[in-house]
């Protein structure tokens, strides 16, 4: 079946490096991934798309890769700042009715100051 | 903001109870999906509506079920609540069944004791 990885750890970075997310996923050719920020008790806020044909896309201080071989998608955002902390999901079109979507665990993101 | 709003924000219920949780989408959007969030997870696809219909429906039991109405506001229905389901509850509304373009509301969320 589908499945999804994302580093379950926290990540902690300094604030103004980058931080670099990653999810992985497995038995499963996508056709797009997406990257959400969610904050506690909210619920997700959709970020960026990338599709398959695509292995970069930018957006202000966000950064996606795909890598089809790898089956890897890497989510940067440079520059980080105090504000960027939150838990980012990541999320793939499922095959079938019964998966329309399929989110990864999420990595919880601290930006220290 | 998205434009989607959840009710009640907060439920308390006790194990066999009943629960309505409800979703206003937003302007425009056709499609409503909804997800169940544990704790430290990600969503957890239930099912879709389209057009007041059940359109997919993810690996829940029969005792979640769903209605969306003629102006696309929906509702999802959880009869003999059980501990496990103690979740954050959130819907997405989006257009023509896609949801690769989809927005949280902000969930609601329910605990079961």
């Known amino acids: 079946s589908q499945k999804i990885e994302q580093n379950s750890e926290a990540l902690n970075i300094q604030e103004g490096k980058t931080a670099t997310l990653t999810c992985n996923y497995t038995?499963?050719?996508?056709?797009?991934l997406q990257w959400y920020r969610q904050d506690p008790g909210r619920g997700p806020v959709f970020l960026l798309l990338i599709r398959e044909n695509e292995k970069e896309k930018r957006k202000e201080r966000l950064k996606v890769t795909f890598d089809t071989t790898l089956k890897q998608s890497l989510f940067h955002i440079t520059a980080s700042q105090p504000a960027d902390s939150a838990t980012y999901l990541c999320?793939?079109?499922?095959?079938?009715?019964?998966?329309?979507?399929?989110f990864g665990s999420g990595t919880r993101l601290s930006i220290r100051p | 903001e998205t434009g989607v709003t959840q009710s009640p924000t907060h439920l308390i219920k006790t194990r066999g109870q009943q629960v309505t949780l409800r979703c206003s989408s937003q302007?425009?959007?056709?499609?409503v999906s909804w997800y169940q969030q544990a704790l430290g997870q990600g969503p957890q696809f239930i099912f879709q509506y389209y057009r007041e219909e059940e359109n997919g429906r993810g690996n829940f039991p029969p005792r979640f079920s769903g209605l969306q109405f003629p102006n696309y506001s929906s509702e999802l229905n959880v009869n003999a609540l059980e501990l496990d389901d103690s979740a954050l509850y959130l819907c997405a509304s989006s257009l023509e069944q896609i949801v690769d373009t989809q927005y949280f509301g902000p969930g609601t969320r329910l605990t079961v004791l």
């Open positions: 999320a793939l079109p499922g095959y079938s009715s019964a998966s329309k979507i399929i």
């Open positions: 038995n499963y050719s996508p056709a797009y």
């Open positions: 302007s425009g959007h056709n499609t």
